[in-house]
């Protein structure tokens, strides 16, 4: 049984910083990745990191966001630097397991970039 709880949402100023951090267990886990969906859009990719340290960002993040994760703890964490108000959105954590290629989501949290 997976579960996944996610953490470290919230409200902040534009310029700000935010660290969002995902929790999984019951499984090893490959690809891991935050997604975000805000208001009157589709969910998008905001950055995905393998088991192996390789990471993806969407454009719009790039040089502002980090992604990380520590496999002793099957964590995944989002470091969010130089926050703009178009930041804002529910943030999902998504994980993959390393035996099958089911995919589970996290129960989102929201990020608000307001001054």
């Known amino acids: 049984q997976v579960q996944i709880v996610e953490s470290g949402g919230g409200l902040v100023q534009p310029g700000g910083s935010l660290k969002l951090s995902c929790a999984a267990s019951?499984?090893?886990?490959?690809?891991m990745a935050w997604y975000r969906q805000a208001a009157g859009k589709q969910r998008e990719l905001v950055a995905a990191?393998?088991?192996?340290?390789?990471?993806n960002y969407a454009d719009s993040v790039k040089g502002r966001f980090a992604i990380s994760r520590d496999n002793a703890k099957n964590t995944v964490y989002l470091q969010m630097n130089s926050l703009k108000p178009e930041d804002t959105a529910v943030y999902y954590c998504?994980?993959?397991?390393?035996?099958?290629?089911?995919?589970?989501w996290g129960q989102g949290t929201q990020v608000t970039v307001s001054s």
């Open positions: 990191i393998t088991r192996g340290g390789s990471t």
């Open positions: 019951g499984s090893i886990f490959s690809t």
């Open positions: 998504n994980v993959q397991k390393v035996i099958g290629t089911t995919n589970y």
